[in-house]
């Protein structure tokens, strides 16, 4: 599976937009990107994924690079409880011999502030 | 029911102890999974079942022990651990084919003494 970057923090104002970046550059063409988030001593929480098109969710939208590079998780007005370690994975589907693991990067660490 | 379910919260272990942590989903996935997580740190996968079959084990040492009963349950076996391996332990499950994402379970947090 490619590997992300992302930045190890970022802070974001209270009823602001966080728009949080990923680098995937050595994604192929049939892996996914996903977001996933944790907040302190939870399960992780599925947020968004998506392959080539932009997303949108009840939670969140995912914009992705034309050449599927990078993408974007926006969060559009961030609240206290968004305050998390978020974690971008690309990752194969299921198909066929692929096992589609799910393979955790560090993540960004972002603090929602009043 | 949209859960992944785990037991117990909690579980301080000895060394010489044996233990079993215990993971439940109700949702009909066919592939379920063990995950560890030390403190600041991303969750480590460490086995993946499908269809109630082991088909990958990231070389985690013999004293973690995994079963899979049925299509539901996902237990750990845990023997002999070392104070190093207290950590957060994670259950999640997936659909089997696809592009779905996963549901994880709360965690059990472990502490060896």
């Known amino acids: 599976d490619a590997k992300t970057t992302q930045p190890t923090s970022m802070d974001c104002a209270e009823g602001r937009a966080a728009n949080l970046p990923c680098n995937h550059s050595?994604?192929?063409?049939?892996?996914?990107v996903y977001w996933y988030r944790q907040i302190h001593s939870q399960g992780p929480q599925y947020i968004i994924h998506?392959?080539?098109n932009n997303e949108t969710n009840e939670m969140a939208s995912l914009i992705i690079t034309e050449d599927r590079k990078s993408s974007t998780l926006i969060l559009p007005h961030a609240t206290l409880r968004d305050t998390a370690v978020y974690y971008c994975?690309?990752?194969?589907?299921?198909?066929?011999?692929?096992?589609?693991?799910?393979?955790f990067g560090k993540g960004t660490k972002l603090s929602v502030k009043p | 029911d949209t859960e992944v379910t785990q037991t117990p919260k909690h579980l301080v272990m000895g060394m010489t102890n044996k233990k079993s942590l215990k993971c439940e989903q109700h949702?009909?996935?066919?592939?379920m999974y063990w995950y560890k997580q030390k403190a600041k740190k991303p969750p480590e996968l460490m086995f993946v079942?499908?269809?109630?079959?082991?088909?990958i084990n990231e070389s985690v040492p013999s004293r973690f022990s995994p079963e899979c009963p049925n299509s539901s349950l996902l237990n750990l076996h845990l023997h002999a651990l070392q104070p190093e391996d207290s950590a957060l332990y994670l259950c999640?499950?997936?659909?089997?084919?696809?592009?779905?994402?996963?549901?994880f379970g709360s965690g059990t947090r472990l502490t060896v003494v």
């Open positions: 999640a499950s997936s659909q089997r084919t696809g592009d779905y994402g996963y549901t």
């Open positions: 050595t994604i192929s063409g049939n892996e996914y």
């Open positions: 998506g392959l080539k």
């Open positions: 994975i690309v990752r194969l589907p299921w198909d066929g011999g692929s096992q589609g693991n799910l393979i």
């Open positions: 949702m009909g996935h066919r592939a």
């Open positions: 079942y499908s269809y109630e079959k082991l088909s």
